[in-house]
């Protein structure tokens, strides 16, 4: 189910979605990821850990790395496939850290895995909090990528998708005049009046 297949299994589950959307960045959009459409799909998440896993395992990772909340699951099966611990970055007070006892030391190999990856800022920061800890990073694997990325170890990408945007004032989609939609959680988080527009 990978490559042309993986985005087939995304575009059935709805987490690849065609319109014309307003992502988190302002911009326009003809395609939109919501990720979660496949995140709630156990089966469908194990295949793609199990993939996730055979690639990174050449890396030798002891311990998987994720960001909270989309990554938890993720990185759960990734690390169930691999035999390794799970643990997750979450933030406190706004900066990344690991919490309920997590750890981290010189000995630990980690895998970093993320579902979506844009400019891979979440990715980032568990990459700081892994180096923070003396602890060394072995590859970054993720479900897809939406542009080109470094993060100066091996990235390990499913699925890429390059995403298109324009600006709203240079969108083909607004000129034909095409309702816009506002997808996206942590849009209506900073505009919670705009709550009853959306879809
Ligand atoms: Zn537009």
Redesign the pocket.
């Known amino acids: 189910m990978f490559g042309e297949t993986l985005a087939d299994a995304l575009a059935a589950r709805g987490a690849l979605l065609d319109g ?1 959307f307003r992502l988190s960045s302002g911009r ?1 959009s003809d395609r939109f990821i919501q990720k979660f459409r496949v995140l709630e799909y156990p089966v469908i998440l194990e295949q793609i850990a199990v993939e996730l896993a055979d690639r990174a395992e050449p890396y030798g990772p002891t311990i998987v790395v994720s960001a909270a909340v989309g990554g938890i699951v993720l990185g759960y099966e990734t690390a169930r496939q691999l035999g390794t611990k799970a643990i997750f970055v979450e933030k406190e007070d706004g900066v990344p850290v690991l919490r309920r006892g997590f750890a981290l030391g010189p000995e630990d190999r980690a895998l970093v895995v993320e579902d979506v990856v844009t400019t891979g800022g979440s990715v980032r920061e568990v990459l700081d909090v892994i180096a923070a800890h003396g602890a060394q990073a072995v590859a970054v694997g993720v479900i897809v990528r939406r542009q080109p990325v470094e993060f100066g170890v091996p990235t390990i990408a499913l699925l890429d998708l390059p995403v298109v945007s ?1 600006d ?1 004032t240079d ?1 083909p ?2 000129a034909s005049g095409e309702p ?1 939609t506002e997808p996206g959680s942590r849009f209506l988080l900073r505009h919670p009046e705009r709550r009853r527009e959306a879809p």
């Open positions: 014309h326009h324009h709203p969108c989609q607004c816009l």
